[in-house]
T-cell receptor, first 113, second 115 residues
Framework: AQTVTQSQPEMSVQEAETVTLSCTYD???????LFWYKQPPSRQMILVIRQEAYKQQNATENRFSVNFQKAAKSFSLKISDSQLGDAAMYFCALGNRDDKIIFGKGTRLHILP | GAVVSQHPSWVICKSGTSVKIECRSLDFQATTMFWYRQFPKQSLMLMAT?????????EQGVEKDKFLINHASLTLSTLTVTSAHPEDSSFYICSASTGRSTEAFFGQGTRLTVV
């Protein structure tokens, strides 16, 4: 069975500061993908960043970067220079070649002005 | 990115009636579509996977006779909640994939309220 665990139900960060959201996963697949999705109050799922498991280099998208530790099955998201618009629910997710995606329970991120 | 449209955005129905939710891929052909359910302040729970032209595959614990899924074309999948009850009230989200990019594109979701 595949699982995704997010141990931080809520986090807060001061505007312009850096915050790291944690995620661990478990899978027996050798070919898989990891994602961070953002869900704002509109509830539209927005892809923040994606990492292919076979790539050693950590993915980066502007202010968003990941720390992918394959052996530890850890996939954390770092948000730099936090902005008020970053406030949302963040879901870590695990996907396979068949595009089936399993989500963690989410971390609600608050940005303090 | 690719666009997935879900309709309706919200619906209220009476207990005992059926309601259909549509999921359309607007600018690509979706070989596979997925249906999720999200309870308030909780995660997305995968309900079923549908492939065009074949029967849907349901996750364990999901009643296939309650949640009918049809994927009749490469751009449309429908979820019908049959004989709806208040406990079926939830937020339902679909996603669609091309089968090539290993990325799924999400619809905007449907809030179902059964009264």
């Amino acid at each position: 069975a595949q699982t995704v665990t997010q141990s931080q139900p809520e986090m807060s960060v001061q505007e312009a500061e850096t915050v790291t959201l944690s995620c661990t996963y478990d899978t027996s697949e050798s070919d898989y993908y990891l994602f961070w999705y953002k869900q704002p109050p509109s509830r539209q799922m927005i892809l923040v960043i994606r990492q292919e498991a076979y790539k050693q280099q950590n993915a980066t998208e502007n202010r968003f970067s990941v720390n992918f530790q394959k052996a530890a099955k850890s996939f954390s998201l770092k948000i730099s220079d936090s902005q008020l618009g970053d406030a949302a629910m963040y879901f870590c997710a695990l996907g396979n070649r068949d595009d089936k995606i399993i989500f963690g329970k989410g971390t609600r991120l608050h940005i303090l002005p | 990115g690719a666009v997935v449209s879900q309709h309706p955005s919200w619906v209220i129905c009476k207990s005992g009636t059926s309601v259909k939710i549509e999921c359309r891929s607007l600018d690509f052909q979706a070989t596979t579509m997925f249906w999720y359910r999200q309870f308030p302040k909780q995660s997305l729970m995968l309900m079923a996977t549908s492939n065009e032209g074949s029967k849907a595959t349901y996750e364990q614990g999901v009643e296939k006779d309650k949640f009918l899924i049809n994927h009749a074309s490469l751009t449309l999948s429908t979820l019908t909640v049959t004989s709806a009850h208040p406990e079926d009230s939830s937020f339902y989200i679909c996603s669609a994939s091309t089968g090539r990019s290993t990325e799924a594109f999400f619809g905007q979701g449907t809030r179902l309220t059964v009264v």
